[in-house]
């Protein structure tokens, strides 16, 4: 188990907010468990969720060991657009979750994976995402690399760290854009309003840039290319929202009114390109966008094309 001490800055809010703000790796209904559990202490006294702070309050957080999951080899077929012995690459469809967690334990990618390379995996990122060096949301479409040892899962992650790993989308942002291209370097972390989502925020967060380029405008949506710099989770679809265009059909960012026929936001991780960490050799794929996105611009082409 771990023990995490803080000191409260700040009188009468909740202790679980107070945890939640200052714990961005814990949600709060996680905090609101651990506390029902007298696993937090406030001057050595246990409390309840409902406990404000007083300023220079001493809170210590226990948090207990996780459970591990354990991820099942699923016959689940897989695009594989690259293979050799040290790394493959996927193209994952829209639908498919990465790795398993709560409420997704199998017909993920790493339930696949398992599988199809017989446990030859790197392990680096323990039992529940062997291989997986990066990750892209469940309904984003496109390509994934993932490696089969260590040694290419460091090299791998560290031309990301570097900025040196090529990752490029295709998506389709509401609204007309007007500038052809522009980058958006904008912090992002936890939405402090809501725990489930990001943001662009200055409190716990890290460094974000976004690179865009206007492929083709429909009036009221913009087909676009996006090249992360970074890769900060939502990243692309945090960006968007905040500049006013969020990724059409994005149930979590964009509009109320939600685009269904999308099922999740027209975004696809179209291009990858990487350093092979045995041969050195400069490796670039592209994956075509996938049959419900060329539909999605067919529509827009054809109501442009009579507007």
């Known amino acids: 188990m771990e023990r995490i001490n803080l000191t409260c800055d700040i009188s009468g809010e909740r202790i679980d907010k107070f945890i939640c703000e200052n714990l961005e790796e814990l949600t709060r209904s996680s905090v609101q468990k651990i506390?029902?559990?007298?696993?937090?202490f406030v001057n050595g006294e246990s409390v309840s969720k409902n406990y404000k702070c007083k300023t220079g309050d001493e809170i210590e957080v226990v948090i207990p060991d996780a459970v591990p999951l354990d991820a099942k080899a699923e016959n689940i077929p897989l695009d594989i657009v690259y293979e050799d012995d040290d790394l493959l690459v996927v193209n994952k469809p829209k639908g498919m979750v990465v790795h398993p967690a709560n409420g997704n334990y199998s017909g993920t990618l790493v339930n696949a994976l398992l599988y199809h390379c017989k446990g030859s995996l790197s392990g680096i990122n323990g039992v529940i995402r062997p291989g997986i060096v990066h990750r892209i949301d469940k309904d984003t479409s496109g390509l994934l690399i993932v490696a089969k040892n260590d040694a290419a899962h460091l090299s791998l992650a560290e031309q990301i760290k570097e900025h040196s790993f090529t990752r490029a989308y295709e998506a389709v942002l509401y609204g007309n854009i007007k500038e052809d291209e522009f980058t958006v370097n904008q912090p992002i972390g936890r939405n402090p309003k809501d725990r489930k989502k990001m943001a662009v925020t200055m409190k716990n967060s890290k460094p974000a840039?976004?690179?865009?380029?206007?492929?083709?405008?429909?009036?009221?949506?913009?087909?676009?290319?996006?090249?992360?710099?970074?890769?900060?989770?939502?990243?692309?679809?945090?960006h968007s929202a905040y500049i006013g265009h969020p990724v059409a059909g994005d149930e979590v960012y964009g509009p109320k009114k939600v685009i269904t026929e999308?099922?999740?936001?027209?975004?696809?991780a179209k291009q990858i390109g990487f350093v092979h960490p045995r041969t050195n050799e400069y490796m670039e794929f592209e994956s075509e966008l996938p049959e419900y996105f060329k539909k999605f611009l067919n529509k827009l082409e054809n109501k442009f094309s009579k507007d």
Do not use: A, D, P, S
């Open 209 to 238: 840039v976004t690179h865009f380029y206007v492929i083709k405008r429909y009036g009221e949506f913009t087909h676009v290319r996006c090249v992360l710099e970074t890769g900060r989770t939502h990243q692309i679809r945090v």
């Open 35 to 40: 506390i029902e559990n007298n696993n937090v």
């Open 262 to 268: 999308l099922g999740g936001q027209c975004l696809h």
